[in-house]
């Protein structure tokens, strides 16, 4: 998957050293590109959001979705990837295993993480895991839910009330939900449809809690789809259409709403087709996640946003790069793609020159005097060039690859700096001759 993007801020030059001036650091959405992502599912879990997804393939003209990925981050910027954390390889009794790995959710109860997933076609299963990154296994070997409209049976949503009562919301083009019991893989009661799905439901309903308010956000009439939601006294209703979030746009014919409070501010996630389109104007079933902060209103409602912009949601905070940090953490790239091995885990690869990662808002301090990297390569290597504050800012140093002798054969090894201080956006910039350069596991700066 090949794109590009080129972001303009303002930079000063001082004696070599370049510093971003009155500069505030913003989301670039979409928010990945090295994969295609859709049905966006973020988790808040010890002070980091869990964002995890569905997958549309490469190679996708209609839904072609085999697995679920995840991705974190703690400053709603720089997403680092986790590759796939579970598939439809792992429901051993479903027809279909080549398609239909559709929205999930997961949430956390008593250490325990329970990953909803829809197969379409299939009902919905349930994984359990001991970690957010799993591994995740299926406890049932049977469906969760079950109705006599398998196909409609999509898109869960889980909410754990304050009273301990969780709920299980899904469906198209109706809206079901049943009550789960504590152990989050069984339900007592029936199945009840909602009496008071609003005009515009589509499907996709995801469930929250603020305050004193219920709320359920849905992808809404479809096509284009939009972000509706509607508001309630109760967790089962009656729920109350309100305004939407967000009208649908000719850009995009799908959406998918998910919504969490992070760190004293709240943000909306959904989806659109950018990236398909900068490289094709044919609308494939190719998605990339967005995401935007979203503001509540002192009745609970919800301002509605516009369609998604290209600088999404502000940085919290900055990032460390005194810390080891993985390649794979991104705000943006061009050109590169990750893949995950069981030496290394997720790593950068399909470097080609010119292709770049960008990591926004890191925070040098006083100074970073040096670099060092992780990498492996069996070409005739090729460069990491750091730049800082643009494709053409300041060069802060060359960091050589050579050829390692296997492709996992990673080396590391460090290359002086000019000695930057302040806060930044730092490009890694890979240059070298024709083909695939190296592979790039992760990186850290350092004061001496």
């Known amino acids: 998957m090949r794109n590009h993007k080129f972001n303009k801020l303002a930079v000063v030059t001082i004696i070599g050293i370049t510093s971003s001036i009155g500069i505030k650091c913003f989301?670039?959405?979409?928010?990945?590109?090295?994969?295609?992502t859709a049905d966006p599912a973020p988790m808040v879990y010890n002070d980091t959001v869990f964002l995890y997804t569905s997958h549309d393939e490469d190679d996708a003209t209609s839904f072609k979705m085999k697995n679920w990925m995840l991705y974190t981050t703690t400053d709603m910027v720089n997403w680092t990837d986790h590759g796939i954390i579970a598939s439809l390889n792992d429901f051993k009794w479903i027809k279909n295993i080549d398609n239909g790995a559709w929205a999930p959710q997961c949430v956390e109860r008593n250490g325990k993480f329970y990953f909803?997933?829809?197969?379409?076609?299939n009902g919905i299963g349930v994984l359990v895991g001991d970690s957010p990154y799993g591994p995740f296994k299926d406890p049932l070997e049977k469906r969760l839910i079950e109705t006599d409209h398998l196909w409609n049976d999509i898109d869960p949503t889980v909410?754990?009330?304050?009273d301990g009562q969780a709920y299980l919301y899904w469906g198209n083009p109706d809206v079901y939900y049943v009550k789960l019991n504590k152990d989050?893989?069984?339900?007592?009661g029936e199945v009840i449809k909602v009496d008071t799905k609003p005009d515009n439901y589509q499907e996709g309903p995801w469930f929250w809690k603020r305050k004193d308010h219920y709320y359920l956000a849905y992808a809404s009439t479809c096509c284009p789809e939009g972000i509706g939601y509607v508001m309630s006294e109760t967790p089962t209703g009656p729920w109350v259409h309100n305004d939407d979030i967000m009208d649908g746009d000719k850009r995009s014919s799908g959406n998918h709403p998910g919504v969490i409070d992070y760190k004293g501010n709240s943000y909306a996630f959904g989806f659109n087709y950018a990236i398909n389109f900068s490289q094709t104007k044919v609308h494939r079933e190719r998605r990339s996640i967005c995401v935007e902060k979203i503001?509540?209103?002192?009745?609970?409602?919800i301002q509605k946003l516009p369609w998604w912009t290209e600088t999404g949601a502000p940085q919290i905070g900055t990032l460390n790069p005194y810390s080891k940090n993985e390649a794979e953490c991104i705000a943006w790239e061009s050109g590169v793609k990750t893949e995950k091995s069981d030496l290394t885990g997720v790593y950068v690869t399909d470097i080609d020159n010119g292709d770049y990662i960008k990591v926004k808002g890191v925070n040098f301090g006083k100074g970073a005097k040096s670099f060092e990297a992780s990498v492996a390569s069996v070409s005739t290597g090729g460069k990491i060039e750091i730049h800082i504050?643009?494709?053409?800012?300041?060069?802060?140093?060359?960091?050589?690859?050579?050829?390692?002798g296997d492709w996992q054969k990673w080396i590391t090894k460090s290359c002086k700096l000019i000695k930057t201080k302040g806060v930044h956006d730092v490009y890694f910039v890979f240059k070298g001759g024709e083909g695939k350069l190296f592979n790039f596991d992760f990186w850290k700066f350092s004061t001496k």
């Open 27 to 36: 989301a670039d959405n979409p928010i990945i590109q090295t994969k295609f």
């Open 116 to 121: 909803y997933c829809p197969m379409h076609g």
């Open 159 to 162: 909410f754990i009330d304050d």
């Open 184 to 188: 989050m893989i069984s339900y007592s």
């Open 295 to 301: 503001t509540y209103n002192p009745d609970g409602t």
């Open 389 to 404: 504050d643009s494709l053409s800012g300041s060069l802060l140093g060359t960091y050589s690859v050579e050829n390692t």
